[in-house]
């Protein structure tokens, strides 16, 4: 896992490098074929990833997008309608069945378009849709997806920048080297997991463009860490779960600058009056001073690429806490690589 | 709480009586512009309970339904393309400012049509959209939600059967006495909670027409009980979490019968194996034998129908649970009851 976290800055060069010539022909079919609807389908960190997608293309192009839930048409056997609909599987493997099905069942239900991002070229996924695109991260090895996670997120900004042609550039061709700083944070990150090693449950929290990591974060903790890990947006948080929180309470935040820090600002200054314990990933000096503990980004990574050298300190932090609790994080207890669910 | 729990038979009552005629026009009125999408705005209970409309409405009508992700529009000011679909909010108070200015910005960005499923006939929120629907559940006085979620619950079988016009009858008339039923489970209920009054985490499984429930049970246990608790699709929960069970890890499963039932059978085998401690709410004899505690509700009671029926013991879990702890249910430390956040 440590070796596939050091990886991803080459891995996420490769597939800028590779694909974007591919993507940039794909967002311009489908802009030519006028979709009015998106729709990602995938499970387990792929659906994190598509997490990010669904705020990120809404935010750049104003094409709704929906979270696709693959029992409606799996086990319930419903005809969505999706003439004017793109319909776009994240699958690492490729070879998730009920994925497959929900791809196969739109491409034949008249789908404008159906994709398939995926880290195997040879995968079952790639027969099923119109249109391929690769995460070119090599095999990846650990049960804990890293770097298909990564090149997944990516393939979003690619598209999103295809899809809104004309639009501001994204800037993505900087997220390689942010992802190369993020690991410098190693030994610091090293430092901190001590503290953390008898930690039963926490929360994760994030918003908007890294309200996906909060998910992926808390999903790490609990494959590799066994960790019971919660995750909500702030606002969500507000809502209900807050009320978990006592003295000592663990919640991890993604702060990064840009408009949603304003409320998870507000939400740490709430949970230092409950005396929670907060380690606030972030290039912010305030929050940096409420949360109990910060992990500090550089302050040239703005709010639309934090996504990718945000997440890459947290899995280092499940990779070690994993390591120093005497755990293997590339074999997770009841786990297999590839889950079959229909 | 434990009285608005059970003025739920008559709430579901009144509601089908003085809303149905308004939600049968409405869904003409929807069939005849065409609708080709619905888009659900809530948070917190509410948005529970547009989990459960996402998963119907497809099933029964095949229009693709998206949750809305509200930080678009209110802090990333996106302007979404909505001119020929619906959006639908869902508020208990009508006051949730975001959930407001989603609908307001997706009236005027031209939406086919806007409407209001709320408690409060007069809030913020029904002078912002085109139509209101009533939950006449009488005020709500618990900040934990459950007979508006059950009344925003049913409002979705009431517009999924106005919407599939022509399709089998949902017969959502028989809800009412089947919620009258459950609440007969109490004693029962009020038994078995004294056995989790340390219980620190747990994790709900539901899916398909019930996953709702999973996301509303580890609601109220958090909100009333301070309980750590996941929710999850029992398929999801395969993808990565099912590595946090160990040995009399809690976990709560809603398994009625249906298209779902399999699946959830094979997740508490797998759990029983683990030697996880299990409660599944079910009306199926196999699953109650492979679960270590089973919750019985009545045969009769299908797939299509459940969702009320059984949050019911679910909502009486969390009240009585909280009271076994010597905790107010109706006065969460934290939390007041109408949440603010944009």
Request: with cysteine.
């Amino acid at each position: 896992m440590l070796e596939e976290i050091a990886q991803q800055p080459e891995a996420l060069a490769r597939t800028i490098d590779r694909e974007r010539e591919k993507v940039k022909r794909l967002g311009r079919r489908l802009r030519e074929q006028d979709v009015d609807l998106i729709v990602l389908v995938a499970r387990g960190s792929s659906d994190n990833a598509a997490l990010f997608g669904r705020y990120l293309l809404e935010v750049t192009t104003g094409i709704p997008v929906a979270l696709s839930a693959p029992s409606v048409v799996t086990l319930y056997n419903a005809r969505l309608r999706l003439k004017r609909a793109a319909v776009i599987g994240v699958s690492q493997s490729g070879e998730g069945e009920d994925i497959n099905r929900v791809l196969a069942e739109a491409r034949e239900g008249g789908a404008l378009c159906t994709v398939g991002i995926t880290n195997e070229p040879d995968s079952a996924m790639t027969g099923v849709v119109h249109e391929t695109l690769l995460t070119h991260g090599g095999r990846e090895r650990s049960v804990a997806a890293t770097k298909t996670y990564t090149g997944q997120l990516l393939h979003f900004y690619m598209l999103a920048e295809a899809l809104a042609d004309g639009g501001a550039p994204l800037g993505f061709e900087a997220i390689p080297e942010f992802a190369a700083d993020a690991l410098d944070l190693r030994p610091r990150i090293e430092e901190m997991v001590e503290r953390y090693v008898f930690m039963e449950n926490c929360v994760v929290v994030g918003r908007g463009l890294v309200y996906a990591n909060a998910f992926e974060m808390a999903l790490k903790l609990m494959e590799t860490c066994y960790v019971v890990a919660e995750r909500f947006s702030s606002a969500d948080f507000l809502h209900g779960p807050l009320a978990v929180v006592e003295r000592h309470f663990p919640i991890f935040a993604f702060a990064p600058p840009g408009v949603t820090l304003g409320g998870v600002r507000e939400l740490l200054g709430r949970l230092k009056e409950l005396r929670a314990d907060t380690l606030a990933f972030t290039s912010d000096r305030e929050v940096a001073a409420l949360a109990t503990r910060a992990v500090r980004l550089p302050e040239e990574i703005n709010e639309m690429l934090a996504v990718i050298p945000y997440i890459i300190p947290a899995q280092l932090f499940a990779a070690l806490l994993a390591d120093a609790k005497g755990l293997d994080p590339d074999a997770p207890r009841s786990l297999a690589k590839v889950t079959r669910t229909l």
